[in-house]
């Protein structure tokens, strides 16, 4: 009698959890989007605040890349990028048209400045001894990055509340996180900056119900059932 063969498994195919399971760091900018998103979304999970230091072993079987945010879907699948998480929880019912808006170029163009010379400019400003070998110094990369996102941020803003228009989109929750990394480097000279419209706007989701949602500390081991919000943003 022979043995039956294995079914061969695709890529990622590990049991799945009964709720999207989120891995996540409560201060990355990348997974507070994600957070944000599918709490906007209205989207039902389970989260696993990872240890940087210690990251779990289901954490680093789905994902070898180990970081966060990773989603882990009912059915075994896995999402690995924090854009890509966003998209699962808004594009499919998007009523309130969270994604949609920010599809337009001038959102998406403002993400890619975000996740590219931004960020660069960022990690080098805030983290310069890890930078030693870099030609520029931290404030010369303090000010390109004013010049790559702030200043055209400030821009958008001074003739609309949101980037969304009139309501908010899925471009402030994509890029909202890392301005709020960039003031906090030195919350003083961001405050002297002549960046009204822009810091209004941050403030405003600083204390924002859906950011303070995201920001809510979990338990440091297990997956935990996220809070939902009450209801969405319009």
């Known amino acids: 009698m022979h ?17 999207p399971r989120l891995y996540t760091f409560r201060r990355c900018p990348y997974a507070m989007r994600a957070r944000m998103a599918l709490l906007q979304a209205g989207r039902d999970f389970e989260a696993v605040e990872v240890s940087l230091r210690d990251k779990p072993a289901s954490l680093l079987a789905l994902s070898p890349k180990a970081t966060v945010p990773v989603l ?5 699948s896995v999402i690995e990028e924090s854009w890509d998480i966003m998209r699962w929880a808004l594009a499919a019912s998007d009523a309130l048209g969270w994604w949609t ?17 931004f960020k660069l400019h960022l990690d080098r400003w805030k983290y310069p001894q890890r930078y030693a070998s870099e030609t520029l110094t931290p404030d010369a990369h303090r000010d390109r ?21 009139a309501t908010a989109c899925a471009t402030e929750l994509a890029v909202m996180p890392f301005v709020r990394q960039f003031a906090s480097v030195n919350p003083a000279w961001f405050a002297a900056l002549d960046l009204p ?16 949602a995201c920001m809510v500390k979990l338990p440091a081991e297990g997956a935990n059932r996220f809070p939902p919000i009450p209801s969405p943003m319009p």
């Not at 043995?3 to 709720?19: I, K, R």
């Not at 163009?109 to 975000?114: G, Y």
């Open 3 to 19: 043995a039956s063969t294995p079914t061969p498994q695709a890529p990622f195919a590990l049991p799945g959890p009964q709720l």
């Open 72 to 76: 882990q879907l009912p059915d075994g």
């Open 101 to 117: 808006r920010a599809q337009s170029p001038a959102n998406l163009d403002l993400v890619q400045r975000n996740d590219g010379d």
């Open 145 to 165: 990055a004013l010049d790559v996102l702030l200043r055209p941020l400030e821009a958008r803003l001074q003739g609309t509340p949101f980037l969304g228009g």
């Open 197 to 212: 419209s822009l810091r209004s706007w941050l403030n405003g989701w600083l204390v924002n119900p859906l950011f303070v």
